[in-house]
């Protein structure tokens, strides 16, 4: 069961940017995939980008895609999720954990079951 740690969430204005960062708490990475994973008020969670262990692959979601950027630096035991050209639809909570992965792809399915408390991101003027 790998304990994440999510920061850099706040309150940002239609087209801004944020930067998200999933830390490990209490252990590391070792090179699993991780997603991010968002829930917005009334909506299921659902997978917004996840990247392989050694970050080779990356996959988002379409109401994402070339707003968002996954990536990592695992000497750090860090994985980033840069979000640009925010939206208001983009408010929610967002959450990394371990994910699974098939035939070389990280996929939008929790490893572990286990959740984070999320950083709040709100997109509001």
């Known amino acids: 069961q790998l304990h994440v740690v999510e920061s850099g969430g706040g309150l940002v204005q239609p087209g801004g940017s944020l930067r998200l960062s999933c830390a490990a708490s209490?252990?590391?990475?070792?090179?699993?995939?991780i997603g991010w994973f968002r829930q917005a008020p009334g909506k299921e969670r659902e997978g917004v980008a996840c990247?392989?262990?050694?970050?080779?692959?990356?996959d988002y979601a379409d109401s994402v895609k070339r707003r968002f950027t996954i990536s990592r630096d695992n000497a750090k035991n860090v994985v980033f999720l840069q979000m640009n050209s925010l939206k208001p639809e983009d408010t929610a909570v967002y959450y990394c954990?371990?994910?699974?992965?098939?035939?070389?792809?990280?996929?939008?399915?929790?490893?572990?079951?286990?959740w984070g408390q999320g950083t709040q991101i709100t997109v509001s003027s």
């Open positions: 209490g252990s590391t990475f070792d090179y699993k995939n």
């Open positions: 954990a371990a994910v699974r992965s098939t035939y070389g792809r990280c996929i939008f399915v929790n490893l572990d079951d286990f």
């Open positions: 990247i392989t262990g050694s970050g080779g692959y990356t």
